[in-house]
């Protein structure tokens, strides 16, 4: 078997392609990528936070007070042309054609409509189909802070002094006393993270090896040699096994590691404190954990691609099989994300979704050690029964020789 | 020795080719195509046996039957007096099995693949090395030993898969049309081979079309035609039996008189 396995693992380390897909792919392509969108994205969102926009207000009499702090802040300046524009089809147009960037319609002055006892509907005209998008929030903070001065005023003419204004207006106030912890926190958000990210990546790191192990060896006709020594059926399937299995876990360590010295280096360039807090709470405990959680998975993962892959007759049905698997092993992740869904004892029997729910419980310092032993006795009793399939299915000539 | 009684073998047909309506071959019926149905043969020491049919005869499931590869339904194949049906591993350590396919591992060396199948039949340590090495010399071997099998020639990976095949020193050696689509230089390595294998006394048993390489190799022919052989004999008995000292003739007239032309 360790003969297998070590002739395996050669050829394996001289495959370019897997090569490719198993260590170079996550150790540079992902960095680089997510390092680019992050980029991108900081640098789009600079770029409209910086922008100034163009506004034209309709009505501007009805109210100089708000029309003076829109004129006066920094993200507007007011439109300069010559054209006059008089209703809210003027406005839209305006936009549409890029002379003004908003158009704000004053339809009454809400000094005169809060003294009849009716609310001021204004209209604010612009394109919301930008996906990041400054100017809404920008005016409607501007008409807040001016509608809350009018009220203050309003309720002072009534005769209520200011500092009884806030406990009329709100009578209660619930204030939220949090039993979770900061680490709780944050592992409930990047918990569920992690997950999306490994468990394919294992997956990955198996189908590729698998593929050439099963269907590359039967299309290239050294399988049929291979057949004919005096290894038993069982030997041979654990020899390739181990190498799957191995491949599959450094492809999720190589990953995990190429993700951890990019992030670190990035902090030592720029202040996150987002990424500084959520990875200060994770322990090196806690990697070995998800670690140990990974093995049965891919374990599950590596019996199943190898056992697709000595189905299969040529390396493209192998691709062609293992793409609807690639897609599937998301529904358990998602299920794992939907609500009320937690770890327990039912939960944990679930292939796949245990482990995404498992290591969410880890980054939250909330893990039940009782369950987690139950997910990794369960997880590699179900690798063991598809090994044993993969082992069946390698000794069924209809298989082998289809 | 090997000797082969009563093989059978049948593949279930795919439901698929059974709705497709009557079949021209006459082996399938009952949903299996019964590509073996009755080959018997033997092989002594010192032997070369030549399997002679035409495409499709059941050639290529006979050899894959005796190389372990293929269990058969029903029949024997005894070497030296051992039944590797119901013991495939000693089968497969009795038998050296060498097809047209070099099937080596291309990113491999030469070297490699040979000490990985030696390996694999329990060679260790000097021994392997030794064994490893007369082949290498033997089959002139040295200049090429370190190379990628996927950066060799057809000749050297013929050479490579001839010395994979006999690392182990087997009792019997198979081969599957062993020269097909191979230059003549390399043709001529493949039959040395053989030759030397007849010297040392091994029993070879030879599937070809070319009936040149069977005047030149062998001492018995045997005829498998729809799965059944019906001829297991001398190469004189062959021509007389066929009436003609030509083979090619002679094989002709053999399938016509056994009514399968």
Known sequence: MFEVFKKELLELLRDRKTLFFVLALPMLIF??????????????????????????????????????????????????????????????????????????YLEADPADALKQGKQAKWQMVFNDAQSINFIYNRLQSLANEFSELLREQALVSLGVSKDKQQAILQPIVVSKVDTADKREN????????????????????????????????????????????????T???????????LSSLACATVTVLSMAIWVSVA????????????????????????????????????????AISIYARTFKEAQNYMAPLSMGVFLPIVVSLMPN?????????IPVT????????????????????????????????????????????????? | ???????????????????????????????????????????????????????????????????????????????????????????????????GSTGLYGRLSARENVEYFAKLHGLKGKTLKLRCEALFDMLDMTSFLDKRAEHL??????????????????????????????????TQTVINFIRGLKNNGTPVIFSTHHLDEVALLCDRICVIDKGVSFFDDSIAQFKAQGNSEELNQAFMNLLQGAGHV
């Open chain 1, 354 to 402: 245990n482990v995404a729910l498992a290591i969410k419980e880890i980054v939250k310092g909330t893990v039940d050690y009782g369950l987690l032993s139950m997910i990794v006795i369960t997880s590699a009793g179900l690798a063991a029964l598809l090994l044993a399939c993969c082992v069946r299915w390698f000794s069924k000539e209809t298989v082998l020789f289809r």
């Open chain 1, 186 to 233: 944050i592992g409930e958000k990047i918990g569920a993270f992690i997950p999306y990210l490994l468990i394919p990546l294992v997956l990955m790191g198996a189908s590729y090896p698998a593929i050439d192990l099963g269907a590359g060896e039967k299309e290239r006709g050294t399988l049929e040699t291979l057949l004919l020594t005096p290894v038993t059926r």
């Open chain 2, 153 to 186: 020639s057809t000749g050297m990976k013929q050479k490579a898969s001839i010395a994979r095949a006999v690392v182990h020193q087997p009792d019997v050696v198979v081969l599957d049309e062993p020269t097909t689509g191979l230059d003549i230089m390399t």
């Open chain 1, 341 to 349: 869904m937690v770890l327990n004892a039912k939960t944990a029997l």
């Open chain 1, 267 to 306: 902090v030592s360039f720029v202040e996150l404190d987002t990424i500084k807090n959520a990875f200060s709470s994770i322990t090196g405990m806690d990697f070995v954990l998800i670690f140990a959680l990974l093995v049965p998975i891919a374990a599950i993962f590596s019996s199943l691609v190898l």
């Open chain 2, 1 to 99: 020795m090997i000797e082969v009684k009563a093989l059978k073998k049948r593949f279930k047909l795919t439901k698929e080719h059974q709705q497709k309506g009557k079949s021209k071959d006459v082996r399938e019926h009952d949903g299996y195509f019964h590509s073996v149905q009755n080959v018997s043969f033997s092989c002594s020491q010192g032997e070369v046996l030549g399997l002679l049919g035409p495409n499709g005869a059941g050639k290529t499931t006979t050899l894959r039957m005796l190389s372990t590869a293929l269990t058969p339904d029903s029949g024997h194949i005894h070497i030296n007096g051992q039944n590797i049906v119901k013991k495939p591993l000693i089968g497969r350590k009795s038998i050296g099995f060498l097809s």
């Open chain 1, 31 to 104: 960095p680089v990528i997510m390092g680019l969108v992050g980029f991108l994205g900081s640098q789009a969102a600079l770029k409209a936070e910086q922008k100034v926009h163009t506004y034209y207000i309709i009505n501007a009499q009805h109210s100089k007070q708000f029309a003076e702090r829109v004129f006066y802040h920094k993200s507007f300046k007011q439109y300069s042309g010559a054209e006059q524009f008089d209703t809210i089809d003027a406005l839209k147009e305006a936009v549409r054609s890029g002379s003004i960037d908003v158009g704000i």
């Open chain 1, 235 to 245: 030997q041979l399937v654990l020899g390739k096994f181990l190498t799957v299995l």
